[in-house]
Nanobody, 120 residues
């Protein structure tokens, strides 16, 4: 069973940048399409971005398009999310996950996530 660990979150001012990482153990991520999701306080978890197993195709929610970039390094079994021009509304716990359906349908198991807080 794959175990996913997210890291790289923190406190940043509006307009700043962060790079999130997601590492996996127990299974090669190269076999899977992957995605990032987030859950803001008091809200449901929502889709952020996804990437095909090869890294050739990406998909973004309208709220982050043009500001966030998803990428992957299959050799290192790692997924990334580069977040630029951060806004207070990006504040959330961010999760990575395998996709059971393209482009934004995750499997049902989740890691602990990493907290991103954007101050105004």
């Amino acid at each position: 069973q794959v175990q996913l660990v997210e890291s790289g979150g923190g406190l940043v001012q509006a307009g700043g940048s962060l790079r999130l990482s997601c590492t996996a153990s127990g299974r090669a991520l190269s076999n899977y399409h992957m995605g990032w999701f987030r859950q803001a306080p008091g809200k449901e978890r929502e889709f952020v971005a996804s990437i095909t197993w090869s890294g050739e195709v990406t998909n973004y929610s309208d709220s982050v398009k043009g500001r966030f970039t998803i990428s992957r390094d299959n050799a290192k079994n790692t997924l990334f999310l580069q977040m630029n021009s951060l806004k207070p509304e990006d504040t959330a716990v961010y999760y990575c996950n395998l996709l059971k359906g393209w482009p934004r349908y995750p499997v049902d198991a989740w890691g602990r996530g990493t907290l991103v807080t954007v101050s105004s």
